[in-house]
């Protein structure tokens, strides 16, 4: 292990989806690599009764979920074993935290994480407590997990209760979409290089499309997702952020603060929304039975957990714009939903046209662009025209035509497939007290304040519109699209 540094990482939530799913393996997977500080402790909590071994035992079951390569062996298991340990508590019960303060009295660590993985009602009784029971001391760091609340109110009282007890720099609410690879890569790409900046404005580029896709269902959080729906639960966190990382003017330096300021300008520059432009540029969806991957799936309605009736949106397709000199005028695609036609998270950049064509360019899609992907696999796409060299056709002054090339930066190609997932490296900063890529309390605000008009506005409309499973959604996201005389790109 490459750190003295003692720490404590408590898991509220301990036994849930998330636990399991992302934050084990990521702690794992630091384990394996050697970059967990030494003399840590992993503190599951939750309400089931269970001991150290028993709690040990679940997660270890649990790892059968995950992919083989990230699967630890059992020889690995054991040793990781030895810092996994479980305390039984009732969020409700000021007791049970006088418990936990006992608990991490015995070591004293270096620092104490606080990983809030339960639902956001429970964060301000939580955080308050956590504070009544000694544990909000400068040693103390809270990990706050998305969606911060249900609406711009819930927001800011959330972060008003969280305040009151804890100073900012101590609180981490985490989007693990800052953490990926390849949103890493695009700071690095924008901000390292000279290449870029130059023809980041709105005189060289037409257009900027951000896609997150899945193909999956609801799967067995129903219950959640029926109350958040895909508006509160990517646009206003993942898709807003990539957003920033897209627009953002280049800070004076790399540290937290500078960062997060300048995103902060970019959300603040949003046009807002007006009952027209919801109309005219907001569409979203429900998904119906369909077929996925040649499979014969169930609509959203059928799904276990949802309301029969259910309003909630399962795809949401926006158009916006900032309202800045480098962005003036340039339209913002967002797209995301479930149960569309493939797993796929991007961001399409593309370049106008050569002011004067003296070669016959291939028709359809944009000639230049630059594609960021994040998933299913990490890389940066470059695509160019060049003279098709095979190719015996020519025009009538003698030149070839151009066909479409593109360079392809593959990460795992490049750097290898053990490089650090997102919630690793996000965990990792966490330990670290890095603050770079978490997000500050008036970003989010921000971010609320400019979802909130769709909120209001779907309350009172007839409903989302369905989409078949196994699509990219309802046909109102391409005529959107289309008024700009554009599509989306697997539709060029």
């Known amino acids: ?28 997977q630091a384990f394996r690599h050697g970059s967990l500080p030494a003399g840590g402790r992993i503190i599951g909590v939750a309400r089931d009764d269970l001991s150290d071994a028993q709690y040990r035992a679940l997660i270890q079951s649990r790892f059968k979920a995950v992919e083989g390569a990230k699967r630890p062996s059992a020889e690995e298991f054991e040793k990781f074993a030895d810092l996994l340990h479980y305390l039984r508590m009732d969020l409700s019960k000021p007791a049970d935290y006088e418990r936990l303060a006992q608990t991490l009295q015995q070591r004293d660590a270096d620092t104490v ?14 955080v308050e407590r956590i504070a009544a029971a000694g544990l909000g001391g400068p040693k103390t760091r809270v990990v706050l997990e998305k ?3 249900h609406d711009l109110a819930s927001n800011r009282a959330i972060n008003a209760a969280v305040g009151r007890v804890l100073k900012e720099e101590q609180v981490f609410r985490i989007d693990h979409y800052l953490g990926k690879p390849s949103v890493q890569n695009l700071f690095a790409m924008r901000f390292g290089n000279a290449l870029f900046e130059p023809l980041w404005r709105r005189e060289y580029i037409a257009s900027i499309e951000i896609t997150i896709a899945e193909d999956l269902g609801v ?30 003017e280049p800070p004076i330096n790399a540290h937290a603060d500078a960062l997060r300021d300048e995103k902060l300008k970019v959300l603040r520059s949003l046009k807002p929304w007006t009952h027209e432009s919801i109309g005219m540029h907001a569409v979203r969806g429900q998904y119906t039975a369909g077929t996925a991957y040649g499979e014969r799936v169930q609509g959203y309605l059928q799904e276990p957990g949802i309301d029969p009736a259910s309003r909630t949106e399962t795809f949401v397709a926006l158009r916006a714009e900032i309202a800045n000199w480098r962005w003036a005028g340039v339209p913002f695609y967002i797209r995301t939903g479930k149960r569309l036609a493939s797993r796929d998270a991007r961001i399409e950049v593309n370049f106008k046209p050569t002011p004067h064509a003296i070669f016959r360019a291939p028709a359809g899609a944009s000639a230049n662009k630059l594609v960021i992907n994040l998933q299913p696999k990490d890389g940066l796409e470059l695509h160019l025209l060049a003279q098709a060299q095979n190719s015996r056709k020519r025009s009538g002054d003698g030149t070839q035509p151009l066909a479409t090339v593109q360079l392809d930066l593959d990460f795992g190609q490049r750097f290898g497939t053990e490089r650090v997932g ?49 699509t990219w959604g309802p046909s109102a996201s391409s005529a959107m699209i289309a008024r700009d005389g554009l599509a989306w790109s697997e539709e060029q």
């Open 147 to 149: 969606p911060l609340g």
């Open 422 to 470: 997102a919630y690793e490296r996000l965990l990792l900063d966490v330990i670290d007290g890095r603050l770079n890529l978490f997000v500050r309390s008036d970003e989010q605000e921000e971010a609320w304040r400019w979802v909130e008009p769709l909120i209001e506005a779907w309350q009172n409309d007839s409903g989302p519109r369905p989409y078949a499973a196994g």
């Open 1 to 28: 292990m490459f750190c003295p540094m003692s720490f404590d990482l408590v898991l509220f939530g301990g036994t849930g989806d998330l636990a399991w799913r992302k934050l084990m393996p990521a702690l794992f």
């Open 113 to 126: 994480v606080m990983y809030l993985a339960t639902a956001p009602s429970l964060f301000t009784q939580t």
């Open 219 to 248: 799967e067995k959080r129903g219950a959640f997702y029926d109350q958040t729906g895909a508006l509160r639960d990517m646009v206003q966190n993942h898709a807003l952020q990539l957003l920033c990382a897209v627009a953002m």
